[in-house]
């Protein structure tokens, strides 16, 4: 547990010093912080904080990027008996076209290391996520962006962060 402090510090750290942007004509690295609602099935919601650092592919066109992400829980999603944290590792190709000049729709598909403890006992796997949102310009170098992703079948978030171009 005592590692799992330090991560969320990190991650809350990582936070309050803010993230980057998504317009794909404007950068081709970035990096988000973002907090998210974690739905967890038969559990009231938590809040997880993710961090995540992208790069475009101009191999395959303007508007491909790849994503690595991680997420921890810093809120814990509750039921009756049931005490569950997690944090997950996530590989994304992730294809961002225009909406308008100042707005991208964002979908991201991949592979997510999971690690879920559940009561005391752990359990982790790799999974296929996949994720859709939107970002959209707020200057030069931010951006916000709004995001649905799915880690499972019984996992997922609903996330807002700011995204830094790099």
Do not use: C, W
Request: no cysteine; proline share 2%; glycine share 8%.
């Amino acid at each position: 547990m005592k590692i799992k402090s330090v991560v969320n510090a990190l991650v809350a750290g990582a936070l309050l010093f803010g993230t980057a942007s998504v317009q794909a004509e404007t950068f081709n690295t970035y990096i988000t912080t973002s907090a998210a609602m974690s739905d967890v099935d038969n559990m009231d919601n938590g809040i997880s904080a993710q961090i995540t650092y992208g790069s475009r592919v101009p191999e395959i066109g303007k508007r491909f990027f790849y994503e690595a992400e991680f997420t921890t829980s810093i809120v814990d999603p509750e039921a009756p008996g049931v005490d569950l944290s997690y944090y997950t590792l996530g590989a994304y190709a992730m294809f961002a076209p225009n909406i308008t000049d100042t707005m991208v729709l964002r979908l991201r598909a991949g592979l997510l290391y999971q690690n879920v403890e559940v009561n005391g006992k752990t359990d982790d796997d790799v999974e296929a996520s996949f994720g859709f949102g939107v970002g959209f310009d707020l200057g030069k170098t931010t951006n916000m962006v709004v995001e649905y992703t799915r880690h499972d079948d019984d996992i997922s978030h609903i996330s807002v962060g700011i995204q830094f171009k790099i």
